[in-house]
């Protein structure tokens, strides 16, 4: 009988804390950010490509589409792009050069030695002159100083009010929002983690959210990263939704039924949205 009891308590302790972590959430209220990258045309497209020439295509159909440029950062600083596969020559440097084998991650090496590897390589400089509505930039790479360099090259460039910066690597981000808190970031995977984990638990309204896009793909290693109870709460939350990259048609009607601010198209779709208009 003791036990009983002692049971029931716990589980009414348990439902009176979770209510009241579920009422403080709810409660919450947020202002819109007052940004032109907060502002734009819902749905935008954006590509995920590393091909100038692709991206080109792609532009000409539309000036208020974007580019997703998957972006390295070399040793000495150079933010470039790189194709598909092409850094599969660090994994046979060890045994044909292992005097100049410095590991398997590009940051470890010069713009320089890696141009002369895979000539296919672009500093970022080479994209400037597409001129895409936005850009967002996804870094790659845990680099030493790697938000130095990026906010070097974007006052550089005066992209700032352009550029929407994301990773998966949360430390580059949340270094970046350190020193430039007026820029505009994309949630890291280890956010939307924690959103799809409280959410489960319909506690959402919970996490802080440093952010002001909610950056995800569909699936993530065989795992549906698809909730509409997170897309509720980053709408409550004045943020926006992007979505992507998508592979193929199916994909991208999926994406497009949950109404994203930004669905970013891979490269492989771009003749499929040529024939489909926008």
């Known amino acids: 009988m003791k036990l009983l009891g002692i049971s029931l308590f716990c589980l009414f302790a348990t439902l009176t804390i979770w209510v009241t972590l579920s009422q403080f959430g709810g409660a919450q209220s947020y202002q819109a950010y007052d940004h032109a990258l907060m502002k734009l045309e819902s749905p935008s497209y954006a590509l995920s490509t590393s091909s100038p020439e692709a991206a080109e295509k792609f532009l000409l159909q539309n000036k208020k589409h974007g580019l997703r440029l998957p972006i390295h950062i070399s040793s000495d ?58 850009w967002i930039f996804d870094i790659q790479d845990n680099a030493t100083d790697a938000d130095r360099y990026i906010v070097e090259w974007v006052e550089a460039h005066q992209l700032a009010d352009q550029l929407i910066i994301r990773s998966d690597v949360d ?26 984990t409280m959410a489960s638990a319909h506690l959402e309204g919970l996490p802080r959210f440093l952010r002001d896009y909610y950056f995800t793909t569909l699936t993530y290693q065989n795992r549906d990263m698809i909730n509409p109870r997170v897309f509720d709460e980053m709408r409550k939350r004045q943020k926006k939704i992007a979505i992507g990259p998508v592979f193929s048609l199916e994909e991208k009607n999926r994406a497009a039924s949950y109404l994203p601010d930004i669905l970013i198209l891979d490269e492989l779709l771009l003749d499929t949205h040529s024939q489909n208009s926008l």
């Not at 660090?90 to 030695?113: D, I």
């Not at 970046?176 to 808190?181: D, I, V």
């Not at 820029?183 to 983690?193: A, F």
């Open 171 to 196: 430390l580059v981000v949340s270094s970046l929002k350190r020193s430039k808190p007026l820029w505009i970031y994309g949630s890291s995977l280890s956010d939307n983690t924690q959103f799809l």
């Open 77 to 134: 600083g150079k933010l470039f792009t790189a194709p598909k596969g092409g850094f599969d020559f660090l994994k046979t440097l060890v045994e044909k050069n292992p005097a100049m084998f410095k590991g398997l991650k590009p940051h470890l090496y010069s713009f320089e030695f890696l141009k002369s590897q895979n000539p296919e390589f672009m500093t970022a400089e080479t994209w400037k002159n597409l001129k895409p509505a936005f």
